[in-house]
């Protein structure tokens, strides 16, 4: 297998281990009651998926992402799991990943799935700011304070607030970013 393929199958891995993570973390945050945390999970989950579908594109081949085992705590616990999950995959996995597949320069596809490496990597980091404004409203005992969340469908990046602005991760267009939905 070619070095571009193995590491994006790599990544896709990851990710999807994310969206199962963050989809029962969704389900524990509602069952405590933070409803803003789950809407923040569902929304995570989502741009994870966008990630997902990037990386595949970049694969251009049909692949099943790996299941793997994952365990689950307290709100508290799955949001700082997270934190630590995001910032090692924008610290560490992504750049990483990128090293390893600018070796693979022949490959046709390589550009594209750096370009789809770098949108996650930086992603990744909008997702652990995110998770870290919600551990701070957790720990006053008090529910995330957020009423909309809106994510770009190019790259996943995650804002609070209507976009005006291009994407500063992919540079598109606001037009590009949606309203996620609560339920
Ligand atoms: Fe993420
Ligand atoms: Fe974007």
Redesign the pocket.
């Known amino acids: 297998m070619s070095i571009l393929k193995d590491y994006l199958k790599k990544a896709l891995n990851g990710e999807f281990l ?1 969206t199962q993570k963050y989809s029962k973390f969704a389900e524990i945050a509602k069952s405590e009651g933070f409803d803003n945390i789950t809407y923040l999970f569902k929304a ?1 989950t989502a ?2 998926k966008i990630h997902i579908n990037n990386h595949k594109n970049a694969l251009d081949e049909d692949y099943t992402p790996e299941s793997e085992e994952f365990t689950s705590g307290t709100t508290v616990e799955n949001v700082k799991d997270a934190m630590d999950a ?1 910032l090692w ?1 924008n610290k560490k996995m992504y750049p990483s990943f990128i090293k390893e597949i600018k070796k693979d320069k022949k490959n046709p596809m390589q550009k594209v799935a750096q370009l789809s490496f770098e949108w996650a990597r930086d ?2 980091y909008t ?1 652990y700011k995110a998770l870290k404004l919600a551990l701070k409203f957790i720990e006053q005992g008090k529910d995330l304070d957020c009423s909309e969340i809106y994510i770009c469908k190019v790259c ?1 990046n995650l804002i609070f607030t209507e976009p005006t602005k291009i994407c500063p991760i992919c540079g598109h267009d606001p037009a590009f970013y949606y309203k996620v939905k609560r339920d």
Request: aromatic fraction near 0%; charge should be negative; charged fraction near 40%.
């Open positions: 994310a995570l741009a994870e995001e995959e992603v990744e997702h996943g």
